[in-house]
């Protein structure tokens, strides 16, 4: 099993962008994934998830920014980020749990994690 980040980077505020999480080894229809967001010196948090079929979960302080969705036809699951704010720079990671619902309460619920991609929101 295999979770790969991409899309992270040097964005100033207010600007977007777009994580992508590629999944392999297990499939997306059986699996929920959740986007987990790690400040400087801070725990990760979980921020967003998505299952097959399910209703998408947001944390508070992302919902109307952030937008979660399954790529079509592909084993993939990306995070559109839009109005960043300096407070959302960190490390993001993706995972995953075989799961008829996902949830962001805690990162201990999922057992497969990605290495992380890093975003930066500064002017």
């Known amino acids: 099993f295999e979770l790969v980040e991409s899309g992270g980077g040097l964005v100033q505020p207010g600007g977007s962008l777009r994580l992508s999480c590629a999944a392999s080894?297990?499939?997306?229809?059986?699996?929920?994934v959740g986007w987990f967001h790690q400040a400087p010196g801070k725990e990760r948090e979980g921020i967003s998830c998505?299952?097959?079929?399910?209703?998408?979960k947001y944390k508070d302080s992302v919902k109307g920014r952030f937008s979660i969705s399954r790529d079509t036809g592909k084993n993939t699951v990306s995070l559109q980020m839009d109005s960043l704010k300096p407070e959302d720079t960190g490390v993001y990671y993706c995972?995953?749990?075989?799961?008829?619902?996902?949830?962001?309460?805690?990162?201990?619920?999922?057992?497969?994690w990605g290495q992380g991609t890093r975003v930066t929101v500064s002017s």
């Open positions: 080894g297990f499939s997306l229809d059986t699996h929920a």
């Open positions: 998505y299952r097959e079929g399910r209703r998408t």
């Open positions: 995972a995953a749990v075989e799961s008829s619902h996902c949830e962001i309460i805690s990162p201990d619920w999922y057992d497969y």
